[in-house]
């Protein structure tokens, strides 16, 4: 009888511990340490994009890949312009230093055998298909493997051992089903209840090679970082280098950044200008429903975010110097589901570009970090790897899967990032409720019409008068171009125990 409850006891404990890594829906993101270490280990590790085998470090990527090894040298330039701007607004920058003063990445990290790009996360961006239909490709969207730069090494017997904030994202376009449909492949993205999202269920199903093409790979860095101490009326500031790479074996291409103009060329080409004016009028209607690409042409390569409370910065709003909203003021509006005026429409560019996205409802200029491993200390570990705009985002991605999986219309509406976490501490948000048919119906909650209200923030953003708004000539940060807002929010950056572990890593 004994023998017989003990059975039991074991079963019921194996089921428990089975359920746990079971998905009650789709699973929209991979963030788990060990199974994202055994993606690592299995082919999916950041050397593997740049086709080396063996050590993962990156003084061994650095001297073996020569598409990585120029992807560095563009940062390093990228590093160096942005110095020298710095330091011709009379601001000195530090790679090594306790004082209170600013600091710049430094360059070495990227080519030592103290780090690596860690995998930190896997995303499921099947609702990215939308763009894919723009463009004619048939593909079913992107899968997104998140890498964040990460150290580890010994000293004096004890194992030194972080995380920077450093991220590439990158993309691999997702194959159609054999009919060209999408239904299998998003089906794949759900667990049966006797399946667990382990190594083997991912690497069988979703993240099945054969099914995935190489795209680009994205960058998204904290390059410069003043700190609080230093920078009293915000909080502490960082600046955030924002670019695409292609990669075709040993050769790198400069990519352009998905609506995001180039502010510099639109500014002194009143005839490019103009066109691209005429082409935001023509597509009001996608630039509403949050599905639209804007051409080549007008785009920018690189851009650089600023934080904190980047959502406030004028360096974020790249439309915003190249229209006024007088601009669009003939458009009609009564028929867009969340434009009502033109304040709006110029508000809904701005978020849609990189710099507006990465640094509205973001965590420190990241919306994807990703959690800490074992050998991180306690004291040093992130609790929470996503930002409010991604949990917020959630519900929405897995609506638009669930309806493809179904063979359904999915709601393609995608809410403004600066709206998307709006009141999370009352309800969630991006609810899912049920439609009159039974559907699940995306409920944008917070996301709600842009309307003048929230266009007005954007006219008193950064120009020099009221409500605890300056310029950045009133403190000498930084460039005069980069407005500032007054805040009291710190960015992401290696804490005093990073630096330490930093200085004895390059002794």
């Avoid at 073996?64 to 040298?73: D, M, R």
């Avoid at 502490?236 to 990669?247: H, K, P, V």
């Avoid at 709600?448 to 708004?469: F, N, Q």
């Amino acid at each position: 009888m004994n023998r017989r409850l003990a059975l039991i006891a074991v079963i019921l404990a194996n089921f428990f511990l089975a359920s746990l890594a079971r998905a009650e829906g789709p699973v929209m993101i991979v963030d788990d340490p060990a199974v994202l270490a055994a993606l690592d280990a299995r082919g999916f590790d950041f050397a593997g994009i740049f086709d080396v085998d063996g050590k993962a470090d990156l003084k061994t990527l650095y001297d073996k890949a020569p598409a990585y090894h120029q992807i560095v040298e563009t940062i390093a330039g990228d590093v160096t312009a942005l110095r020298a701007e710095m330091k011709a607004g009379g601001r000195s920058l530090y790679e090594v230093t306790d004082g209170n003063v600013g600091r710049i990445i430094d360059m070495r990290w990227l080519k030592t055998d103290a780090a690596r790009f860690r995998l930190v996360g896997v995303v499921n961006r099947l609702d990215r298909r939308d763009f894919a239909e723009i463009r004619g490709d048939g593909g079913c969207g992107e899968v997104r493997f998140i890498y964040r730069l990460a150290y580890s090494f010994k000293k004096n017997g004890k194992v030194l051992a972080s995380r920077l904030p450093f991220n590439f994202n990158a993309i691999y376009s997702v194959a159609p089903d054999a009919d060209g449909g999408c239904v299998g492949v998003a089906g794949r993205w759900t667990p049966q209840l006797d399946e667990t999202v382990d190594i083997g269920w991912l690497i069988g199903g979703p993240l099945e090679r054969a099914g995935l093409s190489f795209k680009q790979l994205e960058l998204n860095a904290q390059m410069v970082r003043f700190p609080s101490g230093q920078e009293t009326e915000f909080g502490g500031q960082a600046a955030y280098l924002l670019r695409i790479f292609g990669i075709d074996g040993e050769t790198v291409s400069e990519k352009p950044l998905e609506n995001t103009p180039d502010v510099a060329l639109l500014s002194e080409d009143a005839a490019l200008k103009a066109k691209l004016s005429d082409y935001i009028s023509a597509n009001v209607a996608a630039v509403d429903l949050g599905v639209y690409e804007i051409p080549d042409e007008f785009l920018a390569k690189k851009v650089v975010s600023w934080s904190t409370f980047g959502s406030a910065r004028q360096a974020n709003h790249p439309f915003t110097p190249l229209f006024h909203p007088a601009d669009f003021s003939g458009l009609d509006y009564s028929a867009l589901k969340l434009l009502r005026t033109p304040e709006a429409l110029v508000e809904r560019l701005d978020n849609g570009a990189c710099q507006g996205c990465h640094q509205a409802s973001s965590t420190a200029g990241f919306h994807f970090i990703g959690l800490d491993d074992k050998t991180t200390s306690p004291l040093n570990r992130i609790e929470v790897g996503i930002s409010p705009h991604l949990h917020a985002e959630m519900p929405r991605r897995e609506a638009w899967l669930r309806a493809t999986a179904d063979g359904k219309e999915p709601n393609r509406l995608r809410p403004a990032v600066l709206r998307a976490a709006g009141r999370m501490e009352r309800r969630p948000r991006g609810r899912l409720r049920t439609g009159r048919d039974g559907d699940a119906v995306f409920d944008a909650g917070g996301c709600g019409p842009l309307r003048h209200d929230l266009a007005m923030r954007r006219r008193h953003r950064l120009h020099g008068a009221g409500d605890g708004i300056g310029g950045a000539a009133e403190t000498g940060a930084m460039p005069a171009a980069q407005g500032q807002r007054k805040d009291v929010f710190r960015p992401s950056m290696p804490d005093r125990l990073d630096r330490q572990q930093r200085h004895a890593a390059f002794q």
